[in-house]
């Protein structure tokens, strides 16, 4: 969609990001959080300096976004970084998912990363698809991973090479 926009995350940016996140909290498909998040939370996630990109619409709405967050801070995992994208319900499907990921991608690349990866719900196929398409590649299922609401969840892990 030509009038979709990706660009570097702003403070300004926080509440939609906020408010899209809790989307993903309350429909159960994309984290295993419960509890819904504030603004202060998304701030954070932009000052730890690692790539944060927001897709907006022709009105300049956030509609959707893609975080990196640090996998750890032991140094042999410099250059990783885990990512998370999501977009707003009344934009699923449309190209938000794509123009995020390939925007945290290059953003991400820009910054010297060398690999990306996440874990997936097994039952999200539309995530799933993004990410086969973006080049992820699958790279097992962690069984009972995690709970969310007193069941057991399954996820697929990811993961993708960034080229210098």
Not at 8 to 32: C, H, K, S, V, W
Not at 91 to 119: D, F, M
Not at 125 to 137: E, M, P
Request: aromatic share 8%; charged share 20%.
């Amino acid at each position: 969609m030509s009038e979709l926009v990706a660009r570097p995350a702003t403070l300004a940016d926080a509440p939609a990001m906020a408010r899209i996140y809790n989307q993903g909290i309350e429909d159960r498909i994309a984290t295993f959080e419960t509890s819904p998040r504030g603004v202060e939370a998304v701030e954070a996630w932009l000052a730890s300096g690692l790539p944060v990109v927001v897709v907006v619409d022709a009105a300049q709405n956030v509609v959707g976004y893609a975080a990196t967050f640090a996998y750890s801070d032991r140094c042999c995992y410099a250059g990783i970084a885990e990512f998370s994208v999501y977009v707003d319900r009344g934009h699923r499907g449309t190209g938000v998912g794509k123009h995020a990921l390939a925007a945290l991608i290059e953003a991400a690349k820009a910054q010297g990363l060398h690999k990306l990866l996440s874990r997936v719900f097994v039952e999200n196929s539309a995530s799933l698809g993004l990410l086969r398409r973006q080049g992820f590649r699958e790279v097992g299922v962690h069984q009972r991973h995690g709970q969310l609401d007193g069941v057991w969840r399954d996820v697929v892990a990811v993961e993708r090479l960034i080229e210098a």
